[in-house]
């Protein structure tokens, strides 16, 4: 249901900046519409509202649906983003910094849960771990090709400092590629990631267009 | 008749099995060529897009490769961004300075470090190929023993218990039946080896090197009092280089590539290059001579006769000297060297027009039976030009005698073969190095071997000398282990280049050769037990070493060793002798005799694969050999003369003979060679060495005869004489670039030699 919520969200946004022209609207489509809009509105659903797309991004179009990837401890996003008001980059410190936003160190998941949540079985999980001297073995959800070159600290830069975007609504920006990590647990792939997403969307924000800006 | 096939005829042939098609069943549309193309290009515009929005799983291995965070991150470290750390080069003995980037806990690119005097933040093809001897797939990653006729995997323990049963306190190895096989070494490696040796109680250290300059050193020494005295390119307006390659293969290419960019500009100096075959000096020369392989000393003796007769010296000889030199008059020397009068002349007034000079001699000159007068003629011309003290200056030596350079020669190669025929030893270590691939065949280096009770080799390869130790120690990469260097020429700068991990060992079953060292040390009942390790024993080494060393660096002891590590090179104060030029008795005779066999074999080499050490890395291999363009493979070199005399072209397989064997290998015609000369490059041919190495190419140094320099008792390389004859087969030869010419395209502008010489005001 989610998948479709996100869609027609999508669709209505495109519609809006005029991506998606509307030649021929039957009554069908608009009563169908009308009834996917009112199943949204009567979801039991999550107690938060659409995640805004922040104004100055024409997100791509583009679908991906990807099975669930199982990792080795079942990291809850939706708590630590939508519950606690976690800041994106408070955990993915190095997104700013470097061109891999970074998965965060062991010892930052133990600055919180020495003490918070120690009852819980994933904590549990992780102490273990941390007590090891290991850090789990995370399976890569998000990636691009070796001969790709992206940079999470250019994007932020753009979309983010340089645009004055308020960095406590972060979320929407990562949004774009990421999906709605907020509702997720584990990460899931919510957007193509292929060189036709990272195109349109170059051409549609005013990104570069050479071919050597990412394939150096 | 023959079919031209061209881009145009295959479009059309395209179109017309197209229009056979739509004739048959589809529609009367008929495509025409242009159609046809314009159909391609949509065709492939289409392929593109649909290319773009490729589901990424095509690419990616999505949920099952793994990202491992840190457990506790460095405060510095960022992933995805490098930290770079000084380290030092050991694929060649120059002794470079590193810069390692490395990311996520991997090294992943080498540069120069800057504050090398050596190489002023420059690297060598092979300097960047390090990485791949790191990475490298056939890394032996477990010690072995040998069992039953074949070498096993066992565990450290058990290799250790071995090791200390044969060569501990309680073994009785005493003397001289101990030895040790290394490359050049130098810093705490040799003062660590030279106490092992001691504690045995043996001098069998064999310091062997293919690529030395070990006959120039000895020249220098006797006639100059300084091994390797340092040469001032940017000083020079001329250069004349008897077979010194010193942009590929001689003493420090790296060094003296900086120094010759410094010479090249500005007033822009001449550089003369006399050698048999082409070298990368050679084709960078403004004028290349190839002299009868073995006389270029009578062709320097004879420039020098020239120059006295005219009066040109700047200093002079004794009349001893000037009576001797007499008989290499223009027609004599002519008749010798096979170089005209013409250029004899021109060679002198260059280095008369243009001084200060600076003359020198390399590979091909030294390495004959009579390379050391050969050298020691060059030398004169040094003398007699004011070159010395101007040119050529005493170099400033490292303070630390025991850290110095031990330099490799061939001597020791031919010592080592001989003392392990006569079974003079019971025990023999071997260190990164390989003398089974190096030594002719007819030392039979590999039966004396087998003479040896227990070889053990610290190996990070299983080339061919490591496939026949009883005990192999797997040893750590030249990134993975620390150590420290003393370059044998010092470029006037002294410094101690450190040499420290860029990352963690990528197999938990290697050790550090240091480390390993240290072992046998403590076996050998000798007291280290205060250092845990190599690491322990540098640093408390280096950090106390006196202040002729470390003086230069600031801070405690905690300090000082961080600013080491930070810098990777301490600079030493030197100790600078002062050069006393003297005459060295010469018998100079050129030796023509061929016995049957008309051409001279040059078993050249070039700055890629070496003496063969780096056949294991792919990117040399795939790197095309500086002159031949050849790829992955040998070739044997002849002149276009020579080639149309014996009806071979390009491509065409020959067999060079030797009395001491014989190679095969595809020709390639170049005119940068002797016309009596075959050069087939030293590198390939091994037998063993990993993937990359194994069964490809020859090694002509397996046919070389057993001959000596007369003087040094170096193994005289270019001295033997061979036979070319086809061996009936033709194939193409593995080559990058098609064509010797510019077929009129006029990348390169060039005006002919007259015009340049007009110009320049020589006529």
Redesign the interface.
Known sequence: MQVERKMLHRHLVNRMRGQIRMKTVTIKQILYLSFLAAVVALLPAKSYAELPVPAHITPPPGE?E??I?PQPIEFPHDRHVQDMKINCMYCHT?AR????A??????KCMGCHKVIATDKARIQKLTEY?EK?????????H???DYVHFSHEKHIRKFVFDADFPVQDVQQVCGVCHGEVRGMTVAE?KE??????C?RCHEANGGPGDCWKCHK | MAVRVTVGNVINKLCESLNNINGESMSNVKVNRRKFLKMLGWGGAGTA?A???????V??E????????????EEYV????GVWYASTCTQCEAGCGLHGRVREGRVLKLEGNPDSPINHGNTCLMGQAGVQAHYNPDRITSPMMRKGGSLQNVSWEDAMAELNKRVGSASGLKGEKFGMVTGTVSGHQSVIIDELMSSVGSKNHYVTEVINTSVWSAVCRDMLGDELPKLNFDKAGVVLSFGADFMGTWTTPVHYMGEYAKFRKGKRGALIQIEPKMTLTGANADLWLAANPGTEGALALGVANFILDRGWNLVDVPSGVRKALEQYNLSAVEKVTGIDADKIKRIASMLTERAPALVIAGTSTENHENGYDSVASVMLLNLIMGSVGETIEANSRFPEKSMRAKQGSSKDLLLLAKDLKAKKLDVLFTCNTNPSYSAPAVLQLDEGLSNVGFKVAFSMFPDETTVQADLVLPIFSGMEDWGTHVAAYSAGEPVLSLQQPLMEPLYKETRGFGDLMLSVLKMRGKDFDKFADYYGYIQTAVVNMPASVVGSVSGDHTDMWTNILQTGVIKAKGEKGSLTPKLVEMKYKPKQENAGYPMHLVPSTNLGLWDGRHANLPWLQEAPDQISKVVWGSWAELHPKKASELGLKNGDFVRVTSASGSVEAQVYVHKGIHPDAVAVPVGQGHSEYGRYAKNRGVNPMKILNPLMERRTGELATHATRVTVSSAHQHGKLAQMGGSEVQMGRKFVRTVSADSLRRTEGEV
């Open positions: 991906h990807s099975p990837v190095y910094r470097s061109k891999v970074g998965i965060p160190p062991t010892s941390w001297g290991e850090s789990p073995r995370w399976k890569k959800v990636d691009v090709p792939k193509p990631l292929n060189m036709g997403f195109r | 897009l290319g773009c929005d490729m589901p990424t799983t690419t990616l999505e949920g099952k490769e793994e990202v491992v965070s840190y457990l506790m991150p960022i992933p995805g961004i």
